[in-house]
């Protein structure tokens, strides 16, 4: 299985350095198209083979480890291999995103810009986040993790001509670096003073104490700058849309994920014993970005901004269920750690799926109209029907709505976040609920977010003549969405089907069985999933979607029966004043407002000016609102400040002279040195 | 219990909340109508209102599309079922295990996210305008009403609301300070929710004030109907989860005999017109507030919602 996934992996290298020969098109005329479909296609069936192991792996009885060292890296170093159950987890939700967004882009790639900028990066970024949980010492996952970064940030800079776009790439490669380099002194530090890069090692003589709570907190700020944590999102928002729809969806749906596990990685397997601060600190981060993010994403106008930012939500949700299961875990809570790790880990599933499928849905929006910005669309539910009834199931599973998949993995963690009055400390006690409070704000936000996105993209009447001639989008494009939008719906009916082998991660995570997985065999199983006992709390997906049907249908049937079945077009009735302008709709400014006016002021320094001119002036009116986002202003611009002053006062030492150069190395030796022999 | 009579009177269940809710509402209408001076209609009133909406043709939009057909049936089905699966006489039937309260919320959410759509779907003005504002109202309303269900699930340690009503039935739970809150916070996110006075008027057709009747502004028919009919369950939700949760006195737990089920009966029926009148000297008593006031109204029901469950642990404190 390890072995299949590492011929995936070659054969994704190998389309990367294929692509760029077939399609420079002096050599072959025919080179293109040809380029395009073996890339695409080629991705698809590579993430077909690495997911299907891992879902062998799942299947297969025995789960011990599966370890494998290649003479490959450093002479003394080989590289470490090794796929356990949380890295085919990982691997598994990886591939499902890799293989929709390939069969995606089969249709999509035609569409971009410069297809030649995009083909060579696009297998080699999957390459990298496959390789990045195989990983088994410390330099193989930095190797992995900076050609995901690398990968990702030349596929951002594909439409490099794009305004913006070479400015977003900018900001991407310094958070990456800041990341990147966080990480090395992270492991580093896991590593000791003997310098053993394997993770077993690491496993064996974690470090202790302060030490420790150095090497998460840098852990914290490299693997959740990758993620998108507050107040390291700075970059998610403008790098992840600068992509081609395609390519955002793996950064948005996947890359994150990739981050997570980098997290879940250090925090739950190579650390030893944990603190409870380090989940306190978690927690926190993750409410703020669930908060923050949503409201970002509900005054932003760009489609897929909106959903960059709703990525910062959700991985806030799943930073909040990893926070809860570190605290229950440190409080040998066992059952309640395993939920809420479970929580987490099935909420990095499911929002791979409803998120990759929105980017694609803006993709195919983008295509069809040649615009991203809500208020230039509208109408498109006439114009694109197929991708409508997609883009809604993908509305309402991100919106945590049941009988869809996002609404089981928020209703594990709020059943996570109910166990807080076993836990003895008194900042948890008081602290999860307000937590789980935000989180619950955060939910209600999201479903009043993608209500603005839905209501103002596809339904009402279109805004330009663009969305009012769009047509819809090929049948591969449509086929990856509709089998994105068919697993979200099935997990939110099924939930069993991906709980069990979430059980097999979960046991290996935290050291105790997933309750959900173990209660109710057989028939009962698959009707109700239980967190932990079945009069505590149950939810039955299927049993929901069922009634929900069922009821629907009788309630059809019998008005139909009862009543007067005539339907009859007619002008809008508006109260008696239809407007025939489409300017007149609500737009997605003004759907906000309300919003804006409760949660804006305080969180943006929202500031909306009117200028009416008086009665008899013709000037228009006008109205515009100026938004202060606190991060930028309170944490990065100081920031940057600093750093271009030590910059400029750091200039004059790139003109010394070679003697100079040479006696400042010599102080650096000596200074170094005698360091080390003061401190043994 | 023979599976025969768990499902039909499953069937009861869903069939009682159906055909109370009209009578709930013209309750509600009788009585304010009373308090304010006036004669008002018939209890029975809005049973007349939604037999003539059936009997009415549907007129839709010429730009509507198959979302706004299909809208209300959605909107009405998942009412119905959070309604039913709100436990009125008795708490043990085939589909209680999936009267878990944080899943009624999700229920209700979805009704309100395609009602919502539906809204938006015909693109005029007054329809955004209700979508907007019903959606800020809910997206304050939902985290309150969640706080409300933390302080009673941290309490007895399960949001399942059969096994709610048991352990309040099963020993002394006395007065507690955290459930006083938690009720005055639901009854706010009820009021809210049903659109009632002082946060919305079901009554009135004026443009700056509307929030539901401007959603549904196009619906017309049988479509109407079903959205009526839709909010009347609404209400009774609301009255119904207060009843069972904070009151739960009457209700058959074990095995059904005929006089438990009429005790049980008599008990959410007279439990529900004592709410109904509540609830109308609370609405004849205020005046209605400015849209924008909304999110002071409900930031209080949250507030009080997080009170109630810190008082709870200081109340546990040693």
């Known amino acids: 299985m390890l072995m299949a996934v590492l011929a995936a992996v070659a054969v994704l290298l190998c389309l990367g350095v294929i692509a760029p020969i077939l399609a420079s098109r002096t050599a072959f005329p025919w080179g293109d198209p040809l380029a395009h479909d073996l890339v695409y296609l080629g991705s698809a069936a590579a993430c077909l083979i690495a997911g299907g192991a891992a879902l062998a792996y799942f299947l297969a009885a025995t789960s011990a480890p599966l370890e494998l060292s290649l003479p490959l890296g450093i002479p003394w170093m080989p590289a470490q291999l090794r796929l356990d159950a949380l890295s085919a987890w990982f691997l598994l939700v990886i591939n499902l995103g890799g293989l929709a967004a390939s069969i995606y882009g089969k249709g999509y790639g035609r569409h971009v810009d410069e297809p030649r900028r995009v083909l060579p990066f696009f297998p080699a970024f999957l390459a990298g986040m496959n390789l990045v949980p195989l990983a088994d010492d410390a330099f193989t996952f930095l190797l992995a993790w900076e050609f995901m970064s690398v990968a990702s940030w030349l596929l951002v800079l594909s439409n490099h001509r794009q305004p913006g776009n070479a400015h977003a790439g900018m900001i991407y490669l310094v958070m990456a670096a800041f990341g990147g380099a966080c990480l090395l002194l992270a492991f580093g530090i896991l590593a000791g003073v003997n310098g053993t890069y394997h993770f077993a090692d690491i496993r064996a003589h974690p470090p202790a104490g302060w030490v420790a709570s150095i090497a998460v907190a840098l852990v914290i700020l490299g693997a959740g700058s990758k993620a998108g944590a507050v107040p390291l999102h700075a970059w998610l928002p403008i790098a992840h849309p600068a992509a081609p729809s395609h390519v955002s969806a793996l950064m948005s749906g996947v890359m994150t994920k990739v981050a997570l596990y980098g997290l879940v990685r250090v925090l739950f397997d190579l650390m030893g014993d944990p603190a409870w601060g380090w989940g306190a600190v978690l927690l926190v981060v993750g409410a703020a970005s669930a908060l923050y993010g949503i409201l970002s994403a509900l005054i932003e106008d760009d489609l897929k901004t909106i959903l960059a930012c709703s990525t910062i939500e959700n991985v806030g949700i799943v930073l909040i269920g990893l926070g809860l299961a570190l605290v229950f875990r440190v409080n040998g809570l066992a059952a309640l750690a395993a939920l809420s790790a479970g929580a987490a880990l099935l909420h990095v599933f499911n929002h791979a799926l409803m998120k990759t499928l929105m980017f694609c849905v803006a993709g195919a929006v983008q295509t069809a109209t040649g615009t991203r910005s809500l208020e230039r669309l509208g109408g498109l539910i006439h114009r694109l029907p197929v991708t409508a009834a997609l883009a809604l199931a993908g509305a309402a599973a991100i919106s945590a709505l049941p009988p869809f998949n996002g609404f089981i993995s928020e209703w594990l963690t709020f059943q996570a976040v109910l166990g807080s009055p076993l836990l003895p400390q008194w900042t948890l006690r008081f602290g999860v609920p307000v937590v789980g409070a935000v989180m619950a704000l955060a939910a209600a936000l999201a479903a009043a977010c993608f209500v603005r996105v839905y209501g103002i993209a596809f339904l009402g009447r279109p805004r330009t003549a663009e969305s009012a001639a769009a047509e819809d989008v090929d049948p591969w494009m449509r086929g990856a969405m509709a089998g994105l939008a068919a697993l979200c719906l099935a997990v939110g009916v099924l939930p069993r089907a991906v709980v069990v082998p979430l059980g097999h991660v979960v046991a290996s995570v935290v050291k105790a069985p997933l309750p959900s997985a173990t209660n109710g065999n057989g028939f009962a199983g698959w009707l109700w999933l239980t967190p932990l006992e079945p009069s505590q709390s149950s939810y039955g997906g299927l049993v929901v979607f069922l009634a929900v049907v069922v009821v629907t249908v009788a309630g059809a049937a019998g008005v139909h029966r009862l009543a007067n079945n005539r339907v009859r077009r007619a002008p809008p009735w508006d109260c008696g004043f239809p407007d025939p302008q489409p300017a007149t709709q609500y737009t997605g400014s003004s759907f906000a407002q309300p919003l804006r006016r409760v949660f804006g002021t305080l969180v943006f320094r929202a500031v909306e000016r009117v200028d009416m001119p008086e009665p008899g002036e013709t000037r228009p009116a006008r109205f515009d609102i100026r938004l202060v986002d606190p991060v930028w202003t309170v944490l990065y611009a100081p920031l940057l400040a600093c750093v271009s002053w030590v910059a400029d006062r750091a200039n004059p030492l790139q003109f010394l002279t070679i003697r100079r150069y040479l006696s400042l190395m010599f102080a650096a030796l000596v200074i170094l040195l005698s360091a080390v022999a003061l401190s043994r | ?318």
């Open chain 2, 1 to 318: 219990m023979s599976a025969v009579l768990a499902v039909l009177l499953q069937l009861v269940q869903f069939a009682l909340v159906l055909l109370v809710a009209p009578l709930v509402t013209g309750l509600a209408r009788k009585a304010r109508s009373r308090l304010l001076g006036r004669r008002g209609p018939l209890v029975v009133q809005p049973y007349r209102d939604l037999a003539k909406l059936l009997r009415k043709e549907a007129v839709m939009a010429e730009n509507a599309s198959w979302l706004y057909r299909i809208a209300p049936y959605l909107v009405f089905a998942l009412l119905w079922l959070a309604t039913a699966l709100v436990p009125t006489f008795m708490t043990r039937q085939p589909l209680s295990p999936a009267a878990d309260l944080i899943a009624l919320v999700g229920l209700l959410a979805s009704a309100r996210f395609v009602l919502a759509l539906a809204g938006m779907d015909v693109g005029t003005s007054f329809g955004g305008l209700g979508s907007s504002r019903e959606m800020m109202i809910a997206s304050l309303a939902e985290p309150a009403m969640l706080l409300v269900i933390f302080t009673m699930a941290m309490f007895v340690h399960t949001t399942s609301i059969p096994s709610i009503v048991d352990f309040v039935l099963g020993r002394p739970v006395g007065l507690r300070v955290s459930f006083a809150l938690a009720v005055i916070s639901l009854t706010m996110v009820g009021i809210a929710e049903t659109g009632r006075i002082p946060i919305d008027n079901p009554a009135t057709h004026l443009e700056l004030t509307m929030v539901h009747e401007a959603m549904i502004l196009e619906y017309s028919g049988r479509h109407l109907a079903l959205i009526e009919a839709a909010s009347m369950l609404k209400l009774v939700f609301y009255l119904s989860l207060i009843a069972v949760v904070f009151a739960p006195w009457g209700i058959v737990r074990a095995d059904p005999d005929l006089a438990g089920l009429g005790i049980a009966l008599g008990a959410w029926v007279a439990k529900i017109i004592a709410g109904t009148l509540v609830l109308s000297v609370f609405e004849a008593s205020i005046a209605k507030m400015r849209v924008f006031r909304v999110a002071e109204f409900l930031g209080g029901a949250f507030l009080l919602g997080l009170l109630g469950t810190i008082f709870l642990y200081v109340s546990q404190a040693p």
